[in-house]
């Protein structure tokens, strides 16, 4: 099966307001809260795979005053959430509402449990009422509901669940052809961009800005993009290309994770991602000379090369997807930007390889603000050295002899060096919740 670049930009790239992990818990719970809706539920069940538990774990859900937990979710989405807004699904909260649902959580059983066998994106929530029991299954990609049922049988007349949206939403079948593709093809789609794909580019701007903005006015988490700003207005640190993007990203990182309650416009499945495949190059795009159009075309050419990196690792995995699937995809469109070829795009994707590769996912958190810093900056410098006939050679470690190579070697790394590594990242990271639980 062909996509075109349209239909591949619409399946990887979308708003979603807080992280996707917690978000796709709670858009579960309320999707089969929607079915009942007259009756509140007495107990809520939530199975997870071992990836949504951790990047779920401790990041904060925004709305709820710097709340966070799978189990808080899960009870969010059933009792306030629209699963109608898919990965918005928490908008309508409100203070209110999340003191309603944190007391709803001592009155009643949520539990969250960990499938420890299962690989890939897998939520299923079973909510149980007076009147029966409700389950709902996500499964691929965050959004993508696969079953609704009611005390066991199909849910009629459903418009959660839609036959040909699944179908399209099959990722593997996306992947499978995202992987068929050269860099020249990537670069190539591009030129069939139309006035609506633009508009919708825009559109991720606007959203990913906005974030930014929140973040440096603010200082939200971590405060790494308005302390990098403070820095600069020091002149302690210089502000050239590579800091801008380093702060513009680092400050909708800090507003998303911090737990604002702001979308953003996601990449390949996640919110971050989005903002790095989008973010540096709206900020390189102040110190080159080029049109509107080139700088949305950079965009564009960000998210494809993003999604064929997640095509190679997986939607989630050990490997940080910012730095290296978001990275990718930001560097090329950074060269792009500046006029490169496609082969100074192939050095640049190698050379943030080299440098990014080995960069770890431990869940999301304020953290997350750092290494996005860390990415951006080095999307930036990537391109310049490629540009400037700097690139990493083939005989460098796991870099392969094309930039498709070097792609398929972080998604072997990922999916089959790293799984003792995500499994004793997410040890890890139990230990340290239940020993904090028991305080």
Known sequence: MKYSVKEILHLEVAPAL?????????????????????????????????????????????GTGGLSGLDTAAALGALYGDAKLGLEVLAP??????????????????????????????????LTFKSGTVECIIEGVHDNIVSLSLNG????????????????????????YIKSLSLSDLVDMIGDLDDEDFLFLKEGITYNMRLAEYGLRHGPGLAVGATFEKLARMKIL????????????SAASDARMGGIKLPAMSSGGSGNHGLTAILPIHAVNKYVDCSEKTMLESIALSHLVTAYVKAQTGRLSAVCGCSVAAGAGATAGITYLMGGTPSQM????????????GIICDGAKCGCALKLATAAGTAVQ????????VNVHATDGIIGSSPEQ??????????????????????????KHFASADI
Not at 153 to 176: C, F, I, N, R
Not at 346 to 357: K, P, Q, V
Not at 409 to 419: F, K, P, R
Request: net charge negative; with cysteine; charged share 25%.
């Open 238 to 249: 210089n502000r050239d290309m590579i800091l801008s993007a380093r702060i513009v990203t």
């Open 406 to 431: 070097t792609m398929q070697n972080i998604g072997t790394l990922s999916t089959q060096g790293m799984i003792d590594t995500d499994r004793t990242i997410l040890k890890i990271m139990l230990e």
């Open 153 to 176: 049988e199909p849910v009629a007349g459903s418009t959660l669940v839609k036959s040909k949206q699944a179908e399209k939403a099959d990722m593997s079948k996306l992947e499978d």
């Open 93 to 126: 909260l409100d203070e209110n509402n999340t003191q309603k649902a944190c007391k709803y959580k001592k009155d009643h059983p949520v539990r969250v449990n960990l499938l420890d066998s299962h690989h890939g994106i897998y939520v299923r929530a079973l």
């Open 18 to 62: 807080g992280c996707t992990e917690p978000v796709a818990i709670a858009l579960a719970t309320a999707a089969a809260a929607s079915v009942l809706p007259e009756e509140q539920p007495e107990k809520i069940d939530v199975w997870v795979d071992p990836n949504i538990y951790k990047n779920g774990l401790a990041v904060i859900i925004p």
């Open 382 to 389: 990537a391109a310049l050295f490629a540009i400037h006939g």
């Open 346 to 357: 192939a050095g640049a994707i190698t050379n943030l390889t080299e440098d990014l590769a």
